[in-house]
């Protein structure tokens, strides 16, 4: 019988496929998520754009989120008025819908203008990446930071 060099051609393949497979398996371990969750603490405003969000005196007045997991519902305030509304969430990919809010003035016009852009960056949002366990950044789709909020926990 006589060796086929031909047949040699179809050993290139599989190891390539073994290759990939092995460095998918060895990324596996790393320890990086590629669906971290989002539900659970609440979520205060640091930073809107690239701007730092000073937060109040009270830390009920502070805009902050919470996500929940069972209804898929967000809740939350943008610092003067209560927000709600849906979210769906898979891998990095956020959207949030069905958004409402409360109709009070801000006696702090800055804090009604800072409340307006955060609303504003809730409806951009397309989204997120976690920095550690305690930092959330709400992305765009052109993939810009629109906000980055903290859990409680940190503040």
């Known amino acids: 019988m006589r060796f086929r060099p031909a047949a040699r051609l179809g050993a290139i393949p599989f190891f390539a496929v073994a290759l990939l497979a092995a460095g998918l398996v060895a990324g596996c371990g790393s320890g990086i998520s590629l669906d971290e969750a989002i539900e659970g603490p609440v979520w205060r405003l640091e930073q809107l754009g690239g701007e730092p969000v000073a937060p109040s005196s009270d830390p009920q007045r502070d805009a902050q989120l ?3 997991r069972r209804n898929n519902r967000l809740s939350g305030s943008g610092g003067c008025n209560r927000v709600t509304g849906t979210f769906e969430r898979s891998g990095s990919s ?3 819908s069905q958004l409402s809010s409360t109709r009070m003035a801000c006696a ?3 804090r009604s203008t800072s409340e307006t852009q955060f609303f504003a ?3 951009a949002t397309t989204n997120y990446r976690m920095q550690g366990p305690s930092r959330l950044s709400l992305l765009d789709a052109s993939g810009r ?3 980055t909020l903290s859990s409680a926990s940190t503040r």
């Open 94 to 96: 956020l959207k949030m």
């Open 108 to 110: 702090d016009p800055a």
């Open 66 to 68: 919470q996500f929940d």
């Open 145 to 147: 930071t629109v906000a």
């Open 121 to 123: 960056a809730l409806q």
